[in-house]
């Protein structure tokens, strides 16, 4: 189940009052990731990955709905493809994208689903040698050192003991090297935050225990005679639940 997020986002290229008022429409798909070869002709997008052809099929299972002020509208929706590739290996990171077609587009208020080719990106890792959880466990174990650190810091500065010029010379020293310690150790938090999705509720468990970031971006290819393929982002979607065949 994934439901779609339409709408416009900071970083979009689509004309200027394009769901400008900052309407949202959503729209809920059932699909299939199935194991069988998409059309021939959908090996061409090149956003799939060019090294990773034949693409396999994503088939649509319902005609989706939303409520405008028309009522209750459906959304024509026809099969698309989808590929899984290689990021990086070292943290077991891969790039999951796929694409539907949508004919006849949707519409609510100012905000238009374009009639034509969708697509959907997001990231996935691979669970088989549990690396969010050690990833998880590293940064828990940074953080209890920087807690650590700022223990000894407080400690210092809040000592009722008198100083003379030689412990003052000597706390600094000490300050100094804590804080330079503590630097490093945010850094890595920072670089692991980068690399996995470590906040609570970002993942979702799929088949073969593949981890999905929950939440992806969704575009349209813009229109051009440019050399290489452009693309607007029109919103977001949100990978509700899988279910195993």
């Not at 061409?44 to 005609?63: A, H, I, N, Q, V």
């Not at 519409?107 to 088989?128: E, G, H, K």
């Not at 225990?209 to 607007?232: C, H, P, S, W």
Request: aromatic residues 10%; neutral net charge; hydrophobic residues 35%.
């Amino acid at each position: 189940d994934i439901l779609l997020t339409v709408g416009r986002l900071p970083s979009s290229t689509m004309p200027q009052g394009w769901a400008k008022s900052g309407a949202k429409l959503g729209i809920p798909l059932k699909v299939k990731f199935t194991n069988k070869l998409c059309a021939f002709d959908m090996n061409k997008e090149s956003l799939l990955g060019s090294d990773f052809r034949p693409f396999l099929s994503l088939e649509p299972l319902d005609e989706p709905k939303f409520v405008s002020a028309n009522g209750i509208e459906k959304v024509k929706v026809t099969s698309g493809a989808y590929s899984i590739q290689a990021h990086d290996l070292d943290t077991q990171h891969y790039a999951c994208r796929f694409f539907l077609d949508f004919p006849e587009g949707a519409t609510r208020n100012d905000v238009t689903l374009p009639a034509q080719r969708i697509y959907f990106m997001t990231s996935c890792w691979n669970q088989d040698d549990h690396i969010l959880e050690r990833a998880t466990k590293w940064k828990e174990d940074i953080l209890s050192s920087i807690h650590q650190i700022d223990d000894q810091i407080q400690s210092i500065e809040t000592a009722e003991s008198q100083k003379g010029i030689l412990k003052i010379a000597e706390d600094i020293r000490k300050q100094t090297e804590l804080k330079s310690r503590r630097e490093k150790y945010v850094a890595q938090i920072v670089m692991l935050e980068e690399r996995f999705p470590l906040g609570p509720g970002q993942i979702l468990i799929g088949p073969n225990n593949i981890a999905f970031l929950k939440r992806g971006v969704i575009a349209r290819k813009r229109e051009g005679n440019t050399m290489k393929d452009q693309y607007d982002w029109v919103g977001t979607f949100e990978f509700k639940r899988f279910v195993s065949s």
